[in-house]
């Protein structure tokens, strides 16, 4: 590792990290519950990163449970805040309540929660925009992008975890970064995409659209975050501004950081 971090960014938001606390119910989800994953643990693991704050991601493993969130976050302090899973009946009051918490946005998993109902998270993306200012994170494989780009795209603020996950969906996922939709670059254990070409094409796209994640624990990847991994984005980023943007800024900006 050594040399390599003095290419490093000087300032990183964490867009995408999980906590599994088992004080707080979890939910089995295709057979499988996640180890613990505290804390304590995660900053163990970024310990000689510079993070200066994050964004906590409801898995699915923590359905529509908020007390774990409120928690976490509590512990974390104010540079950090939560996206959070809710059902699309919610009430505007528990909306505006999760608010006071610093929950900032809801994410949707058409992966592997299977929502089909495009036109109905739309329409639920703008209630909550128009509530609270927050935004839709969707959990998605780009491939099945195609038909929902046009429909996607009538939601105020969105973002794609994970790159979209899929090698052949890149230009789908281009098609909303062009937009303005944000994208995280995170689990790179459990994408196919090649990192490098499509942090250049999407940055290329849109500088304001990358986001850095590092998607930590991992449950179910093929592998969890390596610090190798920065050193990929850096390299593939190549300018200091750029880097500064990916793995800061446009979170900051995204989820109203301090």
């Not at 906590?19 to 994953?37: K, R, T, V």
């Not at 929950?103 to 639920?124: Q, T």
């Not at 303005?180 to 070409?197: C, L, Q, W, Y």
């Not at 624990?217 to 969890?224: A, F, K, L, V």
Request: with cysteine; proline share 5%; hydrophobic share 35%.
């Amino acid at each position: 590792m050594g040399n390599s971090r003095n290419n490093w960014p000087k300032r990183i938001i964490d867009s995408h990290l999980h906590i599994y606390d088992e004080q707080f119910p979890l939910i089995e989800n295709q057979g499988h519950i996640p180890e613990p994953f505290y804390i304590d643990d995660y900053r163990k693991l970024v310990t000689g990163m510079p993070v200066e704050g994050g964004v906590i991601v409801s898995g699915s493993f923590q359905g529509f449970e908020q007390r774990y969130l409120k928690a976490a976050l509590e512990n974390l302090g104010d540079n950090f805040v939560g996206v959070t899973q809710l059902p699309g009946s919610v009430s505007d009051e528990k909306i505006q309540q999760l608010n006071e918490h610093r929950i900032r946005g809801v994410r949707v998993n058409l992966k592997r929660g299977v929502h089909r109902d495009i036109e109905g998270i739309v329409d639920f993306g703008k209630r909550i925009w128009d509530l609270a200012g927050w935004h839709l994170e969707i959990y998605v494989d780009s491939r099945e992008l195609d038909d929902m780009v046009p429909t996607l795209l009538k939601l105020p603020k969105l973002s794609v975890d994970h790159l979209g996950m899929a090698k052949s969906g890149l230009s789908q996922v281009r098609r909303l970064a062009e937009a303005g939709v944000k994208i995280k670059a995170s689990g790179f254990g459990r994408t196919e995409v090649n990192i490098t070409d499509a942090m250049k094409t999407l940055y290329k796209a849109n500088p304001d659209c990358l986001m850095f994640g590092t998607d930590l624990p991992g449950t179910r990847s093929n592998r969890s975050f390596e610090p190798s991994d920065i050193d990929t984005m850096v390299a593939a980023l190549d300018d200091e501004q750029a880097v500064d943007k990916v793995f800061y800024q446009n979170a900051r900006e995204f989820y109203k950081l301090p």
